[in-house]
């Protein structure tokens, strides 16, 4: 019986085992013998040579009717019944079919209820097999999806990089250029200032000059033709001009030979104070170009007691 109950617990699809099989087997093998036995003496009592029938012939009298006799039929052999079955063997039979055929019957069922079950863990399997094929896309979706994200920001904060390092460059760039131009205006004015300072200071030395000596033989005598001057030596013009000239830049044609007459105020050093046309030319441009000229060889070379005139004036032709 525990064997039973473990085979059961292992195989619960196997249908149980019935008490008696092997009484009822040996039991029906047992009829089936006898039954045998009486087949083989029921053929065997058919095939006996059945015993012969004797018959008397007549010859009719003339006198008597004529009458043809009744043939007497051959005995009909008997048919050889069977012996009655045992009806429990019969019965057994029956019974061992049935159970047989139950057996079948559930073990049938079994069958197809294990394939069912194997059916449905073999469904189960594949959609559990589909659900996490379907979730590992989704997460590899999910990740190149993020992945693409961030190449995206990291390539926006590239571009951002760059334009706030243009912008930062820009705003260096103008603020230098910024700062340069402060530097040059403040230089420009400081040098202005002074030149400014200084002319003052030699106009004012050259006031006191003009009060100390009332003759005027200081400013008037320095306006003398195309000398340097009262106070200049008879070869200073030369000196001027030989520096002046290569600053002059004149890109015009002039078809005759006009005369620009500039007074140049200095301080000792040559530095010039002022200087301006006295006596311009007829073209505007060429007197323009001497006074720039003029104006960009400062400081004026020294005279020969080694200082510049304070006051000349010097003409300029183009064609000289």
């Known amino acids: 019986m525990i064997q039973s109950r473990d085979r059961n617990a292992d195989y619960p699809f196997e249908p149980p085992r019935e008490r008696g099989t092997w009484r009822s087997l040996t039991l029906a093998v047992i009829m089936h013998g006898l039954l045998l036995a009486l087949l ?13 029938a004797e018959a008397e012939l007549w010859t009719p009298d003339e006198t008597v009717d004529q009458v043809q006799p009744t043939p007497t039929p051959p ?5 050889v019944t069977p012996p009655p079955q045992n009806d429990d063997a019969e019965i057994a039979l029956q019974e061992a079919k049935k159970r047989q055929e139950e057996a079948q019957r559930q073990a049938d069922i079994a069958e197809q209820e294990r394939q069912k079950l194997l059916q ?8 559990q097999e589909r659900a996490a094929q379907a979730k590992l896309d989704q997460q590899k979706a999910d990740q190149q999806k993020k992945l693409q994200q961030a190449q995206q920001q990291q390539q926006q904060q590239q571009v951002k990089d760059q334009q706030d390092k243009l912008q930062l460059d820009k705003d260096a760039a103008k603020k230098a250029a910024e700062q340069a131009a402060k530097a040059k205006q403040a230089a420009a004015a400081q040098a202005k200032a002074k030149l400014d300072q200084a002319r003052q200071a030699r106009l004012n030395a050259l006031k006191g000059m003009a009060g100390s000596n009332p003759s005027g033989s200081g400013l008037a005598a320095a306006g003398t033709g195309t000398g340097s001057g009262g106070n200049g030596s008879a070869g200073y013009a030369d000196k001027v001009r030989h520096k002046v000239l290569p600053n002059v830049t004149f890109g015009g044609s002039i078809d005759s030979n006009p005369e620009t007459v500039v007074t140049v105020t200095c301080a000792p050093d040559g530095t010039v104070l002022d200087a301006h046309v006295s006596k311009p030319s007829s073209n505007p441009a060429w007197d323009s170009a001497v006074l720039n000229a ?5 400081p004026m070379p020294r005279d020969k007691d080694g200082s510049a005139p304070h006051n000349f004036t010097i003409t300029f032709k183009p064609k000289n």
């Open 120 to 127: 449905k863990q073999a469904d189960d399997r594949l959609q």
């Open 75 to 79: 005995p009909t052999p008997q048919a």
């Open 40 to 52: 083989l003496h029921g053929i065997d009592w058919q095939n006996s040579t059945p015993a012969g």
């Open 294 to 298: 003029v104006q960009v060889s400062s």
